[in-house]
């Protein structure tokens, strides 16, 4: 039987290959599409699985650079444990900017003839020619030109070839200097790299960490019946200070269009005076970079900014790309808008309603290319003046291509810009705004009210994959929402979820002074304030009832000299008996600073429960005494064990911030926990 050979092509056997295999590197965010994001100063920690046919004994790198920076600088990774294949290594960014991050590995040839000496020595097998591998393996490595280990490797060759024992032979091996020497000289063959170059998008620390307070500049007027001005605003500033906020933010300051102009509590027929929506933007007096001649002019503005930086806070500013229909666009750059069969620009709809003061933005018009720009200069124009905090209005109703655009754009020369999506919208839609490169992203936090549903939604937001690119900002209330949970429990109701809002998130926001007044009057049947700021000049008497501000304070100078509540990472619940009651601990990075939290949901009734804690790990022994030191109160507490008893009454305070301490010597001799 006549059989012919079957024979391979050369063409289809690879040039070269590797037997190493890296997957599963983490972090990342879609494979690589996006960057990881994190602040300066921070360690980015990178792992992943490695491994390869056989026996041989694997080394592997991490390697970073600052994005187009040459050459990669790099770390050994450590295997985990045994039998594990997951390596690990970290790196620290230092400067803002984006760095890139990938993985090498390799079959070590020294390590690996290394473990073969160890286990025939250790057997009592001859072991002759294996020294000899090794003497060899020095002498192609100290051929190497121009290299200053050569004196080391002609000295562990004799060692080698001239061993009296076995052992001996095995102790030259095992030195700890030829070991840094082979890997500093590898020739890495066969090496395999990660199929992706990682990235992080490193921003400064006010992208993760914060505490926003929004006000509406035309409602700061001390006098009742006068409109407000940025001269006010600016005067406002240290009662803004003073609570311990970090960031103030402002609705637009830009003119507003006359035409179509919406009334108190949104009504369509406003009177002569009513001022307007501040998101309709533009009128006779200009648009995007233009002041409201109502709250002054530019010069005011430049002093509003300069008086927010000596009070060591931050000018946020709302983008809203967005149109009255006076707008001077629509008169310079008509092709920028949508038009009806009749020619008529289309204004917003969301059916019932009709927003005939809005025009949308068309992204995707003829004339495109000019839009983009032109928005893109409306960020830097004001980057220019000073801002570099900008809340953006409904981007999720924008194109998240123009989004990924603009931002790199203006990091490009405000590298410092922080930029907060304000997208109320579906999940995938929120988290892809986020991966496009905003820094913060508003949540479902006001919908978030029971304890399964805040343990769900921030075991998702800090222990998953989510965190790698979403930083939440927890506003309390914007002038869009007021919840019902809000309308309905009065001021504990506001206090419970101003705590959770400042402990739960490093990055918070109140709209004020609403929020610090407990002001709970809605429409009926909605989310929305009575007499919102949306479309009426308010004068807030900042005295009147039985205002928060001091709690509000007190609670933001906690978080100040905290370390665990300026960051998400460390965020864990613990179980308490009663579904009313709601605990977690914080804790930084290197764990010097722990705290706990019980908050009392309910906003009626006192509440009680047996709290579980994991002492043993955190270092406590069995039956070991320890002090609780409410920072919210200054009550102290001792405790005792796994289980401790917490009662709550929100008519007195409806939150315990438990710093613990531990005892050192004697009962009025304390320290610091951890």
Not at 264 to 287: E, F
Not at 408 to 422: C, I, N, T
Not at 452 to 462: I, Q, V
Not at 589 to 600: A, K, Q
């Amino acid at each position: 039987m006549n059989r012919s050979k079957k024979t391979i092509s050369p063409a289809s056997i690879p040039s070269a290959f590797s037997r190493v295999v890296i997957e599963n590197v983490r972090p990342q965010v879609d494979n690589g599409r996006f960057p990881i994001k994190r602040v300066t100063g921070d360690s980015v920690g990178v792992s992943g699985f490695i491994h390869a046919d056989g026996h041989d004994t694997l080394t592997a790198v991490l390697q970073w650079r600052k994005k187009g920076e040459s050459p990669w600088k790099e770390i050994p990774m450590v295997l985990r444990g045994p039998g594990t294949d997951i390596w690990d290594a970290s790196f620290v960014v230092d400067t803002m900017g984006r760095y890139e991050y990938t993985i090498e590995a390799w079959i070590d040839p020294f390590l690996s003839w290394r473990k073969e000496l160890s286990k025939k020595v250790e057997a009592g097998q001859d072991v002759a020619l294996v020294l000899e591998e090794g003497a060899r393996m020095m002498e192609r490595v100290s051929k190497k030109p121009s290299l200053s280990e050569a004196t080391l490797f002609k000295e562990k060759t004799h060692q080698l070839r001239n061993a009296a024992s076995p052992e001996a032979g095995r102790m030259a091996a095992e030195d700890p200097t030829l070991a840094a020497a082979m890997f500093r000289c590898s020739e890495r063959r066969g090496a395999a790299r990660a199929q992706t170059i990682y990235q992080v998008l490193v921003e400064r620390p006010r992208a993760a960490y914060g505490a926003w307070y929004e006000m509406f500049p035309r409602s700061t007027s001390t006098i009742p019946g006068r409109a407000g001005t940025l001269k006010d605003c600016k005067d406002r500033l240290s009662y803004v200070a003073d609570m311990g906020f970090d960031v103030v933010y402002l609705p637009p300051i830009h003119p507003i269009g006359k035409s179509f102009r919406k009334g108190p509590n949104n009504t369509l027929n406003p009177g002569p005076k009513d001022p307007g929506s501040p998101w309709a933007i533009g009128g006779s007096a200009g648009g995007h970079k233009s002041v409201h001649p109502d709250l002054g002019t530019l010069a005011d503005f430049d002093a509003l900014v300069a008086e927010a930086k000596r009070l060591k806070l931050e000018l946020a500013l709302d983008i809203a790309f967005q149109c009255s229909p006076d707008h001077p666009y629509v008169k310079e750059h008509p092709e920028w808008f949508s038009h009806r069969p009749d020619n008529t620009i289309k204004y917003a709809e969301n059916p019932p309603k009709k927003y005939q003061d809005i025009y949308p933005l068309n992204f995707e018009c003829d004339a495109w290319q000019a839009l983009w720009e032109e928005l893109k200069s409306v960020f830097t124009f004001w980057a220019a003046r000073g801002v570099r905090v900008f809340r953006v209005d409904n981007p999720h109703t924008k194109p998240f291509p123009f989004w990924e655009w603009v931002i790199a754009e203006v990091r490009k020369d405000y590298p410092d810009s922080v930029f907060l999506a304000e997208a109320f919208t579906r999940p995938p839609v929120l988290k892809f705004l986020a991966k496009s490169g905003f820094s913060q992203s508003y949540t479902y936090f006001t919908w978030r009210n029971t304890k399964k549903e805040l343990t769900d939604y921030f075991t998702e937001l800090t222990q998953t994959s989510v965190r790698e690119y979403l930083r939440p900002n927890l506003f309390a209330n914007t002038p869009d929402i007021l919840h019902e949970y809000l309308q309905t429990g009065g001021r504990p109701a506001h206090q419970i979820r101003f705590a959770l809002a400042a402990t739960l998130g490093a990055t918070y926001g109140i709209y004020g002074p609403v929020f610090e007044l407990a002001e709970n009057a809605a429409i009926h049947g909605t989310e929305e304030y009575l007499n919102s700021e949306k479309y009426q000049v308010r004068y807030w008497d900042l005295n009147q009832g039985d205002p928060l501000r001091d709690f509000i304070a007190h609670v933001n100078a906690i978080r100040r000299v905290n370390p665990a509540l300026q960051s998400n990472g460390g965020l864990r619940f613990h179980p308490i008996d009663n579904e009313s009651l709601l605990a977690y601990s914080k804790s930084n990075t290197d764990g010097t600073n722990l705290l706990l939290t019980v908050v009392n949901l309910d906003p009626y009734t006192p509440q009680s429960g047996w709290v579980t804690l994991p002492t043993a790990e955190w270092g406590l022994s069995a039956g070991e005494s320890y002090q609780v030191h409410d920072l919210v109160s200054d009550a102290r507490y001792f405790w005792h064990g796994d289980r401790n008893y917490i009662r709550l009454d929100p008519a007195a305070t409806p939150v315990h911030i438990f710093r613990l301490r531990r005892k050192i010597k004697t009962e009025k001799d304390f320290d610091y926990f951890l």
